[in-house]
């Protein structure tokens, strides 16, 4: 029955920055997990839950090539992540999913990759840039610009450290002037800045941005200075949801369903919105 | 010569229903306000209303639906989906506008991923309606191109004799000639007259409407700001709306059990879209009416390829300061260009 969430298992917890926290969940029934496998691909959203708590939205965290459990990322704000940040390992929580559109990573092989995040939105793009980097051969170079306030605001460390020391990835690690620790090696400056200094060729180039909202409307400004077009730009939008299929009527932007036509867009179709709507 | 159902025969009829296996819904009073409610007998029924004060809407998306029962124990939680009773009902005495709600909303329950829940409901439903005989200032549904003789949504169209006896019958789907094959003794061959249908008039140019909506330069004119000044933002027109359709889903109950519900959610509060870190994209009163006004008449338009109003007027009939659709879109018919 739509609506009927997934029981899921709770795999592992681990803590990424003051508040933040990823959870690994495998499916308790295989015939959801079934499902899962044939439907998700990178970009796809769900609704994570707790019965007697609600539903919230996030993406899917984890790449389209590994696909034997669901990781999820999310800041403790409200009610339901408050939840979902103090379970453990073990416990049962829900998924809804995988709603949603999808970043066409079939049309981006060939080419070059950029990867622009800031903060808690690191977690939508690694789920794109694992599901290239495991079919690494299918794409050109690499970049991956990554930015948060402070050190400590950082997400996914582990893997920071793990594309920092692969050949064929570029890290261009930030973090916001004043957020730096004495021992911070890499950049600091905003987002828009540092890319700008890093000047990526637009030649031949993919843009996968994904940030906050100030974030992104500097972001994309730096981008067309360097000389990409809104076309070659992605990103993903986010609303708040309850129903996640285009029925319960609050994520529009414009006549633009997020949860259906979305949450992937390209710059352009973005700036095609209303934009006092987003 | 047509066959007509004698308003003396109604009893019989609801009898013949009832054995049939069917519940049979009309307009009824309660609690000092009319809705539709469940009747044994043709004297429960409320014929003399214009247009019940709620809709039909309540029978097939209702103000609060339990989607899933949950346990929460020690070791486990259990949960259980919850499906709509599985009953067969008879909608009597349905106004075309309240029917052709239901057809408007169609679509959009079923886009994609179908939803049980409204489709359960409908598929167990006869519409049976009648043609308005009477019509007040507030009525509008020539205004959105319907009719008070529309027979979208319908399954069987009741036309009022004029000497008032009964109806003329006619099925207007396989559902409704279906239904009148279980009353046959009680319709009769007759070629009385049927009473006129009250003349609505429109009032407003809905093509000019459209085109004003689709204009993008008018997103952000003034005119929201100054025509939606008076709404107080108590979601009275979207809950007293046949087509409205926007929801919750809450989960509701103590530490160890409740129930997740879709309830009746509104595009005029202002929490309908506000995000957790308390950015909200609809933050004022007036860009919440535009969002009403653009869904209705814009955006549903585009993804289902019909307005989402049947003309009903009750958004205006029953709002507490006297807006509505209607005098929006009147003032957007009206500027000048």
Known sequence: ?278 | MTRILLRNKLDDCIAAWQKAGFSVFAPVRQHEMSSFGEVQKASDMAFDLVLPERTIKDHFFPQTEPLIKYKIGKQQIDSETMTPPDRKRVFFGVRPCDASGLAIDDPLFGWDYKDDYWFRRRDNSVIVTIVCTEADDFCMCTSVKLSPESDKGADVMLRPLANGAGWQVEAVSERGTALLETIPSLLQENSEPTAPVPQVAEKFDLEKVMEWLASKENFESQFWKDISLRCVGCGSCTFLCPTCHCFDIQDEGDTYAGIRRKNWDSCSFSLFTMHTSGHNPRNTQSTRWRQRIMHKFNYYRGKFGVNSCSGCGRCTRQCPVDMGITETLQAISNLPR
């Open chain 1, 1 to 278: 029955m739509i609506y009927s969430p997934f029981p899921m298992r709770v795999v592992s917890k681990r803590a990424e920055a003051p508040g933040v926290n990823t959870l690994k969940l495998e499916f308790v029934k295989e015939e959801d997990h079934e499902f899962f496998k044939q439907n998700y691909k990178t970009g796809m959203f769900g609704l994570y839950g707790i019965f007697g708590e609600g539903e919230s939205t996030f993406c899917v965290a984890s790449p389209e090539t590994r696909k034997d459990y669901i990781e999820c990322t999310f800041r403790q704000s409200g009610r339901v992540t408050s939840t979902l940040a103090n379970v453990d390992a073990g416990d049962i929580v829900t998924f809804r999913g995988p709603y949603g559109n999808r970043f066409p990573i079939e049309q981006f092989e060939g080419k070059n990759l950029l990867f622009i995040a800031g903060g808690i939105a690191l977690p939508p793009t690694r789920s794109v840039i694992w599901s290239c980097l495991d079919q690494r051969e299918k794409y050109k170079d690499v970049t991956i610009v990554y930015g948060a306030r402070t050190v400590a605001d950082l997400v996914y460390k582990d893997e920071l450290d793990e594309w920092k020391k692969r050949d064929d990835v570029r890290l261009v690690l930030t973090v916001d002037p004043g957020g730096e620790t004495p021992d911070w090696q890499d950049h600091v400056g905003f987002v828009p800045t540092v890319l700008e200094q890093a000047a990526p060729s637009p030649e031949n180039t993919i843009a996968v941005l994904c940030g906050p909202p100030i974030m992104i409307k500097f972001t994309l400004v730096a981008l067309q200075k360097l000389g990409f077009t809104a076309e070659n730009v992605y990103t993903t939008l986010e609303n708040r949801m309850k129903c996640g299929v285009g029925k319960c009527g609050r994520c529009n932007v414009g006549s633009v369903y997020i949860c259906k036509e979305g949450p992937v867009f390209t710059a352009a179709e973005v700036q095609a919105m209303p934009q006092a709507d987003l």
